[in-house]
Nanobody, 115 residues
Framework: QVQVVESGGGLVQAGGSLRLSCAAS????????MAWYRQTPGKQRELISS???????DYAESVKGRFTISKDNGKNTMYLQMNSLKPEDTGVYYC?????????WGQGTQVTVST
């Protein structure tokens, strides 16, 4: 079993920054893929950014150039540095972790960007 915990959300003004963290813990961790998803009311959960074990990254068009994903393999922790935040970035951010073919989700952390 893998436990996934996000942190770092909060309220920030437009143009500001936040850094989200996602810590995975458990036995026999062999994580091969981690990602951040965002969900807003009335919309499906969308993929924001992902990172593989080898360090390959991908970003949604809406956040390219503003968000940076990174990870610390030794700590099984992933980060999302969010700069130049916009009100449309508001939502619940979820951490997604995949070990082999099994996926795990965190409980989500709220990010609110005010005008």
């Amino acid at each position: 079993q893998v436990q996934v915990v996000e942190s770092g959300g909060g309220l920030v003004q437009a143009g500001g920054s936040l850094r989200l963290s996602c810590a995975a813990s458990g036995s026999n961790l062999s994580i091969n893929y981690m990602a951040w998803y965002r969900q807003t009311p009335g919309k499906q959960r969308e993929l924001i950014s992902s990172i593989t074990t080898g360090g390959s990254t991908d970003y949604a068009e809406s956040v390219k150039g503003r968000f940076t994903i990174s990870k610390d393999n030794g700590k099984n922790t992933m980060y999302l540095q969010m700069n130049s935040l916009k009100p449309e970035d508001t939502g619940v951010y979820y951490c997604y972790v995949r070990r082999g073919k099994i996926a795990y989700w965190g409980q989500g952390t709220q990010v609110t960007v005010s005008t």
